[in-house]
């Protein structure tokens, strides 16, 4: 039995050593083989003169930046960085030990040209909303202050009643009355009248777009010719085209103090919007008329219905980008007008 015993022990031992083994083989087998690398840009789109950065991470995610090789359109550079100062397309790849990165591009445009902004509001009304007079009566003080806020009244529910009403409240998510946006990005915060400067520091901004329109009228056949002027190398713009009236009186709900009376008789509307004339997000600019310092024009014919005044018409256009809300610029223009691109 003692004999018996003593192998099985010799045996245990040499079965555990041999597992040992095995995991140690296993272990080295699990060690993380570097097969891959892959570069990062910190701008894809940049301006002539400004730099950008580079960074390498391999497959198990340990950064190589300070090991790795960068290349710019097939020549070596010193360094992670790169300043650009020429204008065009470049190729961005690296290389660490035998392994070359996947390539990224970096766009670089020319210094934007800038034009003057204005800054457009819109306000979703209606004759039966006693607390719509606050946004009344914040347009009204914006509007001695500055000349440059384009106002386009919806509304809702009255007889000036905008029919694409719903569509656009849907589409830019307005849920009640009254709701102003501004540039349609961002709600006028309540209470309005004293939220001015919302408004106003918006005309601070750098515009790298300009509009201008001509018109004239030949019975009810109104003629627009809208005109763009692009100082950005944009990607895809959308122009817009609204037909407003001023000076229409209806009663108007009241339940504020900003004025007196519920309702107030005879009250005068401004900036009603009455017509679309592109569509209601505004009408795909061709790609080939894009670029740097391009100009597109483009053409429209309204006929004025009976019921409007022709002498409170007036015609707003606006500019977007294609895959966002945001107006770049806005502008107002009486019939007869012939504007020219401001700066």
């Not at 040992?20 to 699990?30: A, F, G, I, K, R």
């Not at 960074?55 to 790795?68: C, L, M």
């Not at 359109?73 to 990165?101: C, P, R, V, W």
């Not at 009640?176 to 501004?182: E, H, Q, S, W």
Request: charged share 25%; proline share 3%; with cysteine.
């Amino acid at each position: 039995m003692r004999f018996l015993f003593t192998r099985l022990l010799i045996l245990f031992l040499l079965l555990g050593c041999g597992g040992s083994e095995d995991d140690q083989s296993q272990e080295l087998d699990n060690t993380p083989v570097i097969n891959s690398i892959e570069v990062y840009v910190s701008s894809e789109e940049i301006i002539v003169g400004q730099q950008v950065l580079f960074s390498v991470f391999d497959n198990t995610g340990k950064n190589r930046t300070t090991e790795a090789k960068f290349y710019v359109n097939d020549s070596e550079i010193d360094g992670s960085s790169y300043t650009f100062n020429d204008i065009g397309t470049f190729d961005i790849y690296a290389k660490f030990q035998n392994l070359k990165s996947n390539t990224e591009q970096v766009e670089v445009n020319q210094v934007p040209v800038e034009y003057k902004q204005y800054v457009l509001v819109e306000d979703y009304t209606g004759t039966w909303c006693g607390y719509c007079t606050r946004v009344s009566f914040a347009i009204e003080e914006l509007k001695k202050q500055t000349n440059d806020a384009i106002v386009i009244a919806i509304h809702q529910g009255d007889p000036m009643q905008f029919p694409l009403e719903a569509t656009l409240r849907s589409h830019f998510g307005v849920t009640g009355f009254p709701t102003a946006f501004v540039d349609r990005k961002a709600r006028w915060a309540p209470p309005e009248p004293s939220s001015l400067d919302q408004v106003l520091g918006k005309l601070t901004n750098k515009a790298y777009a300009a509009l201008a329109m001509e018109s004239s009228l030949d019975g009810d056949i109104l003629t627009i010719k809208v005109k763009l002027k692009m100082g950005y190398n944009y990607k895809a713009l959308r122009l817009g085209l609204y037909i407003v009236e001023d000076k229409l009186v209806y009663d108007q709900r009241n339940w504020t103090s900003y004025y007196q009376g519920d309702p107030i008789k005879n009250f005068e509307h401004n900036d009603v919007l009455r017509k679309n004339i592109t569509g209601l997000l505004g009408d795909e600019i061709p790609s080939e008329s894009l670029g740097h310092e391009k100009e597109f024009e483009k053409e429209f014919q309204y006929v004025i219905p009976s019921e409007f005044n022709k002498d409170n018409i007036r015609m707003i256009a606006f500019v977007t980008e294609a895959s966002k809300k945001e107006t770049i610029n806005v502008r107002s223009s009486k019939i007869g007008e012939s504007q020219s691109f401001e700066k």
